[in-house]
Each structure stands twice: as C-alpha cells, then as structure tokens.
C-alpha cells in the first residue's frame, strides 16, 4: 500500500546564509551545508545571466536612440540579439563529455568578456555581434548550474535547490533596474550598465575553488574521460545529441512544446514592459526602476515558492496553475488601468519566475545523467527559438494592428499551449533520478 511521503519541514529564515534574503523562506531542514555553499556559489553565476537579460530589456529606449531603431523595428532587434542563445545548444552539450565544473568556468570568462565588448558598441549590428556571444555563454552557465543542483541534491529538496537557485539569482534583475534608474547621470549612459556585467572576471579564483564536479557524472563519465582525455570527449561532443531524441523523443517533444511556448508568451511580454511603460504610459527610467525593486522583490518570490511548492504538489500542476494565469495578467497589464501597473506586473514577474523554475526543473529531472546537460541545451534552444518567433510576430502584428495594448496580450495566450503540453510529461517531484529513468526505459 502506497504512503504519502513525510512533509518536509524548514528552518527559520532567520537562520538562513547571508546571501539567502529571509523574505524568500527558509532552508529545508537536514540540508548539509555542502549543499548550501555549492548552492551560493553557482547563484552568483546566475546572478549576472538575470542582471544582461534584464538590462537589455530595460535600456530599449536609449538603445534605440542611440542606434536609431523604430518602435516597430524593436522587434526585429531583439529577436536577433536573443537568438546569441542559439550557439548554446552546441555548446551545453559538452557538459555531458567534459564535465559540468569545467563547463560553467568557461562560460563565465566568456561572459565576463562579451559584456565588456557589449559596451564598445558603435552600432546595432555591432551591439547584435557582442551580445550574440555574451549570451551564448550566459545561456551555458544557467543550464549547467541548475544540471549541478538537480544531480547533487537530495531528491526530496531538488525543486527548492532549483527555486532558490533561480530566487537568488533573479535580485540580478532588481540590480540590473536600480542601476537603469540612474542611465540618464551614468558617464558612460547604458554602456555603463554591460561594463558591471564584467565583474565574475574579477572573482573567477573562488568560482574555480568551491565549483565541484557532480559525483553522477563523476560515476557516468569520469573513468573515460581520465582514460581517454579531453580531446576524445571534444570528437563525441554531439552524440548525445542525436541520442536525446533517438532514445527519449516524448519526453523531448513534449519539454521543447512547453519551453518555446512558454517563451514565446512570457519572454515577449517582458521585452517589452521598460519600452511600452515610457513611451505608452509617460514613465520616466526612475519611475520604472522604483516599480522594478520594490514590486520585484514581491514578484521574485515565485522561484522559491515555485520550487517549494513542486516539491510538494508536483511539478505538473504548478506549471499548469502558472501558464493559464499569466495570460490574464498580462492583458490586465497592457489594457487594463494604468494607476493599477504594478499589481499585475508583480504577478507577472512572480508567474514567470515559477514556470522557469518549473521547467529547468523537468528538463534536468527526465533524462539520465549522460543526457541531461544536452536537455538543458536542447531547451535553452527551443526557447530561444520560441521567443525569437514571438518578438517576429509581435513585430508583423504591430504592423498590423498597432496597438501594444492589443498585441502583447494576444502574445501572451501562447502559455496556454504550454500548460496543455504537460499532459506529455510524468510527474518527477521527490523522486530519485534514477527512478524517473529507469521508468521510460521499461515502459
């Protein structure tokens, strides 16, 4: 007879790190402190992925000043300038041949060093070439950083790992909208703000002395990979590529339609919240940048609370409950009241939050350990491809109608494909890798 698992149980947020804010819960009880110190450092990686993400998105009006782009060729910029996560879909894959420590190093130098270059920019397509690379790592180091969490901690306390991985790292957006606030008074203007991006460069020494390689790949990969060296793992590089949807193309298809459309809402609605709120609505960058971290901090609850509440109901339902919400969100956003802006704004920001936890924690969770780095980059690149096809037809449909207010909620209804795309998928919370596995090889 079946028996519901014990509930789990946390620590006071009082008693939490000093880079854990309390107002994002507590730690789970029992979790070792080895657990936690990997866990700092690696948010420290996400950190600056959620600080350039949200610059972009913040600066569109000076950068389109400064580049001369139209409101409708906005669009057509960011899609190019988002699809630098393509590359990432070659490049994550070498996490399950090489290793995931050796992985998440190299992205951060090449992060570090695109966003020093993202602050030279002359000119668009010049801004387009830098950040194309800078992404292409930051895009890696995300991936690889939630494949370290899923592998290493206990299985009942994964989805908080991951929620709290993602919570952490999202204050990057509230420092990337602080610094904003002042763009106008910066020396530099919006350069200013890629040239903080630079700063893991500088503390690459402790991220080389507390990031450890997983013991599953360890146990999966370690004794070839010290057989045969790295140049051999580097030939293979691809191979699990082809085998992701050779030997699991359910669990392929059904992760890839629930990342692009998930995307394709969420991502295009977001790019364009900084533009729509100055050019729509009269704010000012200071005015947004108040919203930004005071909302935000309420708003980036939803990882935590997202990874606490998987663990406990399940992956699936949360990612249903967040994709039918955010639609109506958003439309409350776009078309509704202006005086009552941040109110869903918040819980747009809080929806977001969720699914992306959600879903990085799926896409690691379904496929064994020689797979899952290739997952990641699987996904990151159907989200990219999602989101580039939504910023296109935004761009077609401003054409058509004219309206952000029509457009971005028209936009935001593709979430709902996603939520219908979870009946694909079985349910992962609190159990062990292996299981979930071993489930697909013998069904």
């Not at 910066?186 to 020494?205: I, N």
């Not at 360890?218 to 045969?228: I, K, Q, T, V």
């Not at 956003?333 to 869903?344: E, H, N, V, W």
Request: aromatic share 10%; glycine share 10%.
């Amino acid at each position: 007879m079946d028996t519901a698992p014990p509930p789990l149980a946390y620590r006071s947020p009082r008693e939490n790190p000093w880079w854990i804010p309390p107002f994002l819960g507590g730690v789970p009880e029992g979790l070792a402190a080895a657990h936690l110190r990997l866990l700092g450092v690696l948010t420290f990686a996400l950190f600056f992925e959620n600080y350039d993400f949200s610059v972009l998105g913040n600066a569109l009006p000076q950068l389109a000043e400064s580049f001369g782009l139209s409101k409708a060729a906005l669009g057509d910029f960011t899609s190019v300038t988002r699809l630098g996560a393509l590359p990432a879909f070659l490049l994550v894959p070498l996490a399950d041949r090489i290793g995931r420590r050796r992985l998440v190093l190299l992205s951060v130098v090449g992060m570090s060093l695109g966003s020093a270059l993202t602050a030279t920019s002359q000119t668009a397509a010049q801004f387009v070439l830098f950040q194309f690379l800078t992404r292409t790592f930051l895009v890696t180091a995300g991936v690889v950083a939630v494949v370290i969490v899923t592998e290493e901690f206990p299985a009942e306390h994964r989805g908080w790992g991951i929620g709290m991985l993602s919570g952490v790292a999202a204050i990057g957006f509230g420092l990337g909208a602080l610094l904003y606030g002042f763009v106008n008074h910066l020396p530099l203007g919006w350069r200013a703000l890629y040239l903080v991006s630079a700063t893991p460069l500088l503390l690459f020494p402790w991220l080389r002395r507390d990031v450890v390689e997983t013991r599953r790949f360890a146990a999966a990969r370690g004794e070839a990979l010290a057989r045969d060296g790295v140049g051999a793992a580097l030939r293979g590089a691809f191979q699990p590529l082809a085998a992701l949807v050779r030997e699991h193309p359910r669990r392929a298809l059904a992760i890839g339609l629930i990342g692009s459309f998930s995307a394709a809402g969420v991502g295009t609605c977001f790019q364009f919240v900084s533009q729509f709120l100055q050019t729509e609505r009269g704010w000012s960058p200071g005015a947004f940048a108040i919203m930004s971290v005071f909302f935000g901090a309420f708003g980036i609850i939803g990882n935590p609370a997202a990874g606490r509440l998987g663990d406990r109901l399940g992956r699936r339902r949360v990612v249903v409950a967040v994709m039918c919400a955010f639609p109506l969100c958003a439309a409350a956003f776009f078309a509704g009241p202006a005086t009552l802006i941040p109110a869903p704004w918040t819980a747009m920001v809080f929806l977001s939050m969720a699914s992306s936890v959600m879903l990085r924690a799926l896409t690691t969770e379904l496929f064994p350990t020689e797979l899952r780095g290739s997952a990641g980059g699987a996904q990151a690149l159907l989200e990219t491809l999602g989101v580039v096809v939504g910023l296109f037809l935004y761009s077609r449909a401003m054409e058509w109608l004219g309206s952000q207010e029509l457009v971005l909620p028209l936009m935001s209804c593709a979430t709902l494909l996603s939520a219908a795309a979870v009946a694909l998928v079985p349910e992962t919370a609190r159990r062990e890798l292996e299981d979930i596995s071993a489930e697909e090889d013998a069904a």
